[in-house]
T-cell receptor, first 114, second 115 residues
Framework: GNSVTQMEGPVTLSEEAFLTINCTYT??????LFWYVQYPGEGLQLLLK?????DKGSNKGFEATYRKETTSFHLEKGSVQVSDSAVYFC?????????????FGTGTRLTIIP | GAGVSQSPSNKVTEKGKDVELRCDPI?????LYWYRQSLGQGLEFLIY????????KSGLPSDRFSAERTGGSVSTLTIQRTQQEDSAVYLC?????????????FGPGTRLTVT
């Protein structure tokens, strides 16, 4: 079955530090990969996605590249801000299996200190 | 426009009681998903609707859980004879159609506490 393994948290960084949150996956077929973010007191929202190998998803300064050879989709940001403090979830779907249900990682809580 | 809404936002119930959780998807979204977010299990899929049909119920944890969708819109998740392990945040998401090009939009969730 499908699974997502995500870097354990919590992660605490200083403002302007470089961020990497690791994510690897196991899936049947050719998955699409996602990063979702949950800001304090808010609902889950899509941060970025990639639907095929070597695609790079990007949004709000965050990037992740779909690496089929290493089955990874690591999230990176060059300079984090206090407003990036949130819980980040890596997820996948396997299109063509009848629905697009998301399989999530366990989430990584990120705290940015001024 | 209006996003996905869920009600109630919080529900406290006694063990053994039945509860109903409601989801109002974004207008025109044909696909609707229920997920559960709990400390022990993380975020897990429960059930998927396409229109009023539920082709995938594989995530429902037991026969105490059921869901329906009417008019291709509102969905209700019902938990009968609630147990303490049912305590979680129940999330609903909707999307315009099938396929990874269609983003799933999540509601704020219903926090269920079973005492």
């Amino acid at each position: 079955g499908n699974s997502v393994t995500q870097m354990e948290g919590p992660v605490t960084l200083s403002e302007e530090a470089f961020l990497t949150i690791n994510c690897t996956y196991t899936a049947t077929g050719y998955p699409s990969l996602f990063w979702y973010v949950q800001y304090p007191g808010e609902g889950l929202q899509l941060l970025l996605k990639a639907t095929k190998a070597d695609d790079k998803g990007s949004n709000k300064g965050f990037e992740a590249t779909y690496r089929k050879e290493t089955t990874s989709f690591h999230l990176e940001k060059g300079s984090v801000q206090v407003s990036d403090s949130a819980v980040y979830f890596c997820a996948l779907t396997t299109p063509g299996f009848g629905n697009e249900k998301l399989t999530f990682g366990t989430g990584t809580r990120l705290t940015i200190i001024p | 426009g209006a996003g996905v809404s869920q009600s109630p936002s919080n529900k406290v119930t006694e063990k053994g009681k039945d509860v109903e959780l409601r989801c109002d998807p974004i207008s025109g979204h044909t696909a609707l998903y229920w997920y559960r977010q709990s400390l022990g299990q993380g975020l897990e899929f429960l059930i998927y609707f396409q229109g009023n049909s539920a082709p995938d119920k594989s995530g429902l944890p037991s026969d105490r859980f059921s869901a329906e969708r009417t008019g291709g819109s509102v969905s209700t998740l019902t938990i009968q004879r609630t147990q303490q392990e049912d305590s979680a945040v129940y999330l609903c998401a909707s999307s315009l159609g099938q396929g990874s090009s269609y983003e799933q939009y999540f509601g704020p969730g219903t926090r269920l506490t079973v005492t």
